[in-house]
Nanobody, 127 residues
Framework: HVQLVESGGGLAQAGGSLRLSCAAS????????MGWFRQAPGKEREFVTV????????DYAESVKGRFTISRDNAKKTVYLQMDSLKSEDTAVYYC????????????????????WGQGTQVTVSS
């Protein structure tokens, strides 16, 4: 059983920064890709970013490219999301997720590729 706990969400002003963390507990997952998704009210959950276990594969949604940075510390079983130059449209609940064993790089942006999910952390950006 894997448990994911996100932290670091909160309120920020437009142009500001926040850093999210996602700590995992349970079985070893250090070789699984990990991703961040977000869901705004009334919208579907959308892909934000993903990182492979080695960091060799990193992908960002176009809407966050150049502003957000994903990283991971496998020894600490933690993945991070540094969010800079925040915009009001970044307001959402952010979820971290661990890829399932059938994860494919070509399908990395699909929520169905991820087996374990955190409870989510709210990020609110005021303009």
């Amino acid at each position: 059983h894997v448990q994911l706990v996100e932290s670091g969400g909160g309120l920020a002003q437009a142009g500001g920064s926040l850093r999210l963390s996602c700590a995992a507990s349970g079985r070893t997952f250090s070789r699984n890709p990990m991703g961040w998704f977000r869901q705004a009210p009334g919208k579907e959950r959308e892909f934000v970013t993903v990182i492979s276990w080695s960091g060799g594969i990193i992908d960002y949604a176009e809407s966050v490219k150049g502003r957000f940075t994903i990283s991971r510390d496998n020894a600490k079983k933690t993945v991070y999301l540094q969010m800079d130059s925040l915009k009001s449209e970044d307001t959402a609940v952010y979820y971290c997720a661990v890829a399932g064993r059938l994860w494919r790089p070509t399908l990395r942006r699909l929520p169905s590729q991820y087996e374990y999910w955190g409870q989510g952390t709210q990020v609110t950006v005021s303009s």
